[in-house]
């Protein structure tokens, strides 16, 4: 049993730095030898353009590395010493949050311990004193809630994070956009909007969904999720900057067209485990 879909492999991140696509220092923090899937280097090629996306492939595809890896190599490039916001990414469930955090300490702590990238959670499970540390000395990126972010456009005790949040800010990314529908999805909208006018500058906007639409043609569904992406972050997004998954055959065999050959395949020995079967894809 196949339990997960075999997406299409693609280039290492070591490979990609080989290219110029990413710094070296970049496939440092997160492992020169990690191999990416087709979609991920992908999305990695259209954020190299400075272009907005979005990714909608599904559970388990790594979407999160599609943003951080840009938003890692543009810290790097850009003074890292200079402690101000370049990132914003907004998830829905603090929960998620919580294991994005967990996820670059082990990328940091594995590979590159001392590394100049910052980054740290905005949230209400936050005691005062870890809030007012933020204050004082941002980090490059900031993973937080719709809400907190709306309280930190409002509220005055963060007048000063805004002004570093927004002074140097590259990158506003959505985690699951399919979560964002109605009213919730018209309030989260009209607050993007409110961010870009206060930052003052193009930002890069990235999107990220496991489920937006599933009908039609693969032009189709890449339109109705560049629609979807435009109207929640008000910018262009085209369909041609709409990354989806790439799946590879994993049986090659025919199927049984008899009950003998069903019963022929059902007795058949195991296939032995392969590296990549066993193997797992981080984020």
Request: charge should be positive; include cysteine.
């Amino acid at each position: 049993l196949q339990l997960n879909p075999a997406y299409e492999p693609g280039a290492t991140l070591g490979q990609l730095a080989q290219r110029g696509l990413i710094l070296p220092e970049t496939a440092r923090f997160f492992g020169a030898g990690l191999r990416l899937y087709r979609h991920q280097e992908e999305a990695l090629t259209a954020a190299a353009r400075g272009e907005h996306y979005v990714v909608s492939t599904g559970t388990g595809s790594g979407k999160s590395l599609t943003y951080l890896v840009p938003i890692v190599d543009h810290i790097l490039r850009s003074n890292p010493a200079d402690h101000t916001v370049r990132a914003i990414v907004v998830y829905p469930m603090n929960a998620l949050i919580n294991s994005q955090i967990t996820a670059l300490e082990a990328f940091r702590d594995h590979n590159w311990p001392d590394a100049p990238v910052t980054f740290s959670r905005y949230t209400g499970q936050d005691r005062d004193e870890t809030r007012q540390q933020i204050l004082s000395d941002p980090p490059h990126i900031v993973l937080t809630n719709y809400v907190m972010l709306e309280y930190m456009l409002i509220r005055p005790a963060e007048r000063s994070l805004v002004q570093t949040l927004t002074r140097d800010l590259r990158f506003l990314v959505m985690d699951e956009l399919h979560v964002y529908r109605g009213r919730q999805g018209a309030d989260v909208a009209m607050l993007l909007r409110r961010l870009r006018q206060r930052a003052g500058r193009s930002l890069q906007c990235v999107g990220t969904s496991a489920t937006i639409a599933s009908e039609g043609t693969r032009d189709e569904r890449r339109q109705r999720i560049a629609g979807v992406g435009s109207k929640l972050f008000g910018v262009d997004v085209p369909a041609g900057n709409v990354v989806d998954e790439t799946l590879r055959r994993v049986v090659t065999v025919p199927a049984p067209a008899t009950h003998d050959d069903l019963r022929a395949a059902v007795l058949m020995p195991a296939p032995a485990p392969t590296a990549a079967s066993v193997s797992t894809h981080p984020l």
